[in-house]
């Protein structure tokens, strides 16, 4: 009888281990929140994972997404500062989340004053001209670049945006100079390639595809550390002989201040989790993303270098940074 | 056509925007104008509040060498009807974050009907809540749109 | 001809039941959503998303246009009953819409946008299907320098949507710009007139200044006066419900003006269906015998930017099927609904997936005439809705127009903004200044700077680029035109009164 009790002791105790171990579970619907209206690319990629997790059957409870559009970003996480110590309230974070709080004396949250969770996805890009444009090569650019400074453009975003910064930062390596033009919208940039008012554009390769397909771009080098599976021809930067690093356009989360560790852990096991799933696997692999998962401390490293790295670029390029 | 009257306002709202011109040039001045890749962020705003001082200085002039001597004067009661309306509609929108759109709606609907229209009070209690609630039936409940919460929770 | 025996195919696709169903759900739910001020497809479409994953994809896509080319139907309720621009591309509706309402004509202005709707709309879907390709191509060949051409001579409309003094009506428009330049440069990431406020980094929104200076202006001014308790006659009988044969054929070039210049304007990258409603409009104010009238209820002020804003949808619809290159918001959603099914929109699309693509198009012809039926019945309902008391409407109209802005973005701080706008409205109409130039400067403002910025990038400085290209050269001396038609006719009365005293 006694060993019995002592079992059932045993058993209760290793229960109660258990049950403590679960520690936090959300008890009510996650928000997850994005700082684009619907259709924008946070959007659609927040409204895919939400999916996922209901597939895969990841969380106990429904995640939603709180669309928090303005401010560039900056209204985003003035949201997310003012559910401190919210367990139930995450916010995907973009490079626009990193950058604006550079440049933009009014947007006084960095992403230092919320809590780092984890980091889910690079994004590569690749450097297209059009198909008959007389280039073979990126160095072929630069030359032509070179020989005739300021005469060749390139389509983009705004100045901050990593189109720009993958300029700035080949034009310090190589010396070589071009000019940048800022297009509001991704339509407008390819339609200024392919309408031939610019020479050349820096791409997400799932907007390239198709184009490429078609016969109407070519791509010169990739701006990833390795190559892409769809792009087995085109070399990455490094490859091409161009010693720029690879500044990646990431996508993470992060939680309200104030957060007890207990709950950063179980959402950055939770994230962990979810890129293990064969929906994110597939979902990347579709859009040509990076698997670029960081835990909650690798990621504020990441920021820190980043925002350092970003800070010196920008510098470099003539542009007011204000943090 | 020109306007027979000589309305007062014409010089307020002329010095008013010749302000606003200047001021928008200050600022422009302060941003780089033309820069080494093409104009800056100060060019065009330079030179659209330099039209506004251009045009408003006209305007004033304008009005100052109109010698007609017919004014218009300025009508205090409408007036004070329409920005008493727009003070209740300002209070409203406070309202929100506390009371939320429901109730703060409600309460704006009642005012306007029983003050400003000086309908008996039945009537304003009645569109006003009738008005209310089928905003939070049609929208809130029937279409999904969010309406602004207070701390009731609707 | 292979055109006809693909549209074949094509209503072979769409008229089976299951996809016909689908064509409803969409031109219905798109009708109800355009209605609603603020909510509008590109929102509506991504919420949709989720639930289309498991029908087969011609269903879904039929009824996520059916929703895009709904919606424009529906935003012309609200811009002529109350005033409230449903969506942007409604602004230009309030104009002569409201005014046609105040004189109880509501039902021939709601009448009369629903049939210039449905005809624009069609000759949009016929022209996706002609003549697509090339337009594509020529819309390619349109760069900065035509934008801001294009957008030059919109802004020089300002003259014609004049009124009385030319000059407020210039200074309005200015204020306009000033608004539109609220932000974040592009170029420079330059924070402008941002007065230290985080929201204000991303811009003001057009739909928040549009409701706040065209319907809470006119309550505002309305309330001025207590005595009137129905405003609005709204007369009986069917027949006054309806536009007449006169009506009708008043807006004979409307028809032609509004399907040509919202198709060409909506196949370009840059332009959208406010800039083709505005052109539209301001082309049938040039033309028409009745011009001074324009903005008083001119039933042909409604019909060109209706028709403008609905054939706009086929004109968007031709670079993003035929280069894959999104021109809107709400093209960028279906872009990434068609990404998402596994369909890659580029220039191989219509090729590789012809049942999808016709499908489509047969779906569209289809969906106009179930708007047209859908549409024309109501037009006599929603014409009841002002026989409410004015204690009633105003207030609803408030109340819509809060949570139209609201809808948005969920920003009280939109709403302080709307509470601003409603008062320089009311200040701009004691005063006399015409608010349509404020809404045009601001519409045009920031795409006219950024194209002038633009033009000079790529010609490294050099003006001349704006005048050296031909299509660009065309458009802007027809905007210094436009501009000088009032001044020829103001030189002309001078000399004649100065004839007359001297």
Known sequence: MKSASNLIALLALLCAQLSFAEGFKPARTVDLVVHTGPGGGSDVLARAMAVMVEKEKLLPVRLQVVNKPGGNGAVAAAHLAEKKADPNTLGLFTGVWLQTPLVSAEAKLTLRDLTPIARLVLEPAVIAVKADAPYKTLAEFIEAAKKNPGQLKQSGGSNTSRDNVVRQLLQKSTGARWAFISFPGGGERIAALLGGHVDIMVIEPEEAGEHIRAGNMRVLAQVSEKRLAKFPEAPTLKEAGFDVPVVPQVRGVVAPPGIPKENVEFWQDFFRRLTRTPSWQKYIADNQFEDGYQNAADLAKFYDEFTDRMREILKDAGIKTVR | MEDETRKSGDLWSGVALAALGLYIIVQARQWEYLGPDGPGPGFFPFWYGAAMLGLSALLIVSHLRRVSARRSPIEWVKLGRALSTWFALAVSVALFKPLGFVISFSLLTYFIVAVMYRRPLKTAALVAVASAAGFYLVFDRALGVPLPAGVLGF | ?502
Not at chain 3, 26 to 54: E, K, Q, R, S, W
Not at chain 3, 430 to 457: F, T
Request: glycine share 12%; hydrophobic share 55%.
């Open chain 3, 1 to 502: 001809m292979e055109i006809v025996a693909g549209l074949l195919n094509g209503f072979a696709v769409a008229l089976e039941p299951a996809n016909l169903l689908w064509c409803f759900v969409g031109v219905l739910l798109g009708t109800v959503v355009g209605i609603l001020p603020g909510l509008g497809p590109p929102a509506t479409i991504a919420m949709l998303l989720p639930l289309t994953f498991n029908m087969n994809p011609a269903g879904a896509i039929i009824m996520l246009a059916g929703i895009y080319y709904g919606a424009k139907y529906g935003g012309s309720t609200t811009s002529i009953l109350m005033n409230v621009p449903g969506e942007s591309a409604s602004v230009v509706t309030c104009l002569d819409g409201y005014q046609m309402a105040r004189k109880g004509r509501a039902g021939p202005a709601l009448g009369i946008a629903a049939i210039a709707s449905f005809v624009a709309g069609t000759v949009g879907v016929l022209g996706l299907m002609l003549v697509a390709p090339p337009i594509a191509r020529f819309a390619l060949s349109f760069s900065s320098p035509e934008y801001f051409a294009l957008m030059s001579l919109g802004l020089a409309l300002v003259v014609l949507l004049a009124g009385r003094s030319i000059v407020k009506a210039l200074l309005a428009a200015l204020v306009g710009l000033w608004i539109a330049s609220v932000g974040t440069d592009l170029f420079s990431s330059t924070s402008r007139f941002t007065f230290g406020q985080m929201e204000l980094l991303s811009g003001i929104d057009f739909v928040v200044v549009a409701i706040g200076v065209f319907a809470l202006a006119e309550v505002l001014a309305n309330m001025e006066a207590r005595e009137e308790t129905r405003l609005l006659p709204v007369p009986k009988g069917l027949k006054n419900l309806l536009p007449t044969m006169q009506d009708l054929k008043d807006c004979r070039f409307a028809f032609v003006n509004g399907s040509v210049i919202g198709f060409l304007v909506g196949a370009l990258p840059g332009g959208g269906s406010t800039i083709a409603s505005f052109l539209s409009y301001g082309l049938e104010k040039a033309v028409s015998p009745r011009r001074e009238q324009f903005g008083t209820g001119v039933i042909e002020g409604v019909a060109a930017p209706e028709g403008a804003n609905n054939s706009e949808t086929g004109g968007a619809l031709v670079p993003l099927l035929t280069l894959g290159i999104p021109g809107s918001g709400t093209t960028a959603i279906l872009l990434a609904a068609l990404v998402l099914w596994g369909f890659k929109p580029g220039p191989l699309f219509i090729p590789e997936h012809p049942a999808l693509f016709w499908g489509l198009v047969a779906s569209m012809y289809i969906g106009n005439v179930m708007l047209l039926i859908l549409n024309l019945p109501l037009v006599p309902l929603f014409a009841q809705v002002l026989r409410m008391p004015v204690y009633v409407l105003y207030p609803l109209i408030l109340g819509v127009s809060m949570v139209g802005v609201y809808s948005v973005s969920g920003s009280m701080f939109d709403l302080l903004l709307l509470m601003v706008f409603g008062l320089l409205g009311y200040l701009m109409r004691k005063l006399d200044y015409p608010s349509a130039p404020l809404i045009l400067g601001l519409a045009l403002g920031a795409g006219m700077e950024r194209a002038l910025r633009q033009s000079l990038m790529m010609s490294e400085g050099k003006l001349s680029i704006l005048v050296s290209r031909p299509i660009s050269a065309v458009m802007l001396s027809l905007a210094v035109l436009v501009l000088l038609i009032p001044m020829f006719g103001k030189l002309n009365a001078w000399r004649l009164r100065a004839l007359e005293q001297g």
